[in-house]
């Protein structure tokens, strides 16, 4: 935990955190070596994915507002049973091409799977054919919201890891519920009662 905490970017030097020889460990030198990312959002990536991936697992899957893509470049690697994976946002980042240089020198077959699209979330969703899951992480604020509205549009299996909360408003909502259990989990016990009223 010490170190899952830290926001400097992986670097060569920390080889010796992942020194096995699994895919994960062998994944995580490859970033390192690259400085791609900061051991914080690799840490909540990973957790993310081994919290979701099962309910998650889908032909094609997508990554909104997905910023370097981390998380859905590891359903590319380590799932055999997804076929597609979609990384959405509205601009590519320099830090997605370390990342997807990282994932390609340790796991080849993800050259076959991963789509960068920069566009909105709803211009994408016209082309979507079959089965298909969704997440988002740190999707900023409202982001999250939307990315809940179109996976119901589409009948999607989503999950979130929000953040931002600071800019999202519901004026339906109690404000003594706010003040009672605070305005962040407010929010996301609002959201969960969404979910639900959709099945």
């Given at each position: 935990?010490?170190?899952a905490g ?51 697992r889908c ?90 509205e179109v ?49």
């Amino acid at each position: 935990r010490s170190i899952a905490g830290r926001r400097d970017r992986m670097a060569p030097r920390w080889a010796h955190w992942f020194s096995t020889d699994s895919l994960m460990d062998r994944f995580a030198r490859a970033l390192s070596i690259r400085y791609a990312i900061d051991m914080k959002e690799f840490a909540e990536s990973v957790e993310f994915f081994q919290r979701v991936r099962r309910p998650l697992r889908c032909s094609t899957v997508m990554d909104m507002c997905c910023g370097h893509g981390l998380t859905g470049i590891l359903f590319a690697i380590f799932e055999r049973d997804v076929q597609k994976v979609l990384l959405v946002d509205r601009r590519r980042p320099e830090s997605f091409e370390r990342v997807y240089e990282a994932a390609l020198a340790v796991a080849p077959w993800v050259a076959d799977k991963i789509e960068f699209k920069e566009c909105e979330m709803q211009s994408v969703i016209a082309d979507i054919e079959g089965p298909v899951s969704m997440l988002g992480v740190h999707a900023c604020g409202v982001r999250t919201d939307e990315i809940l509205e179109v996976s119901r549009s589409i009948k999607a299996s989503v999950a979130v890891m929000p953040c931002c909360h600071a800019s999202v408003k519901y004026g339906e909502r109690p404000k003594s519920f706010d003040e009672t259990i605070g305005r962040e989990l407010a929010i996301d016990i609002d959201r969960t009662y969404v979910l639900r009223s959709h099945g």
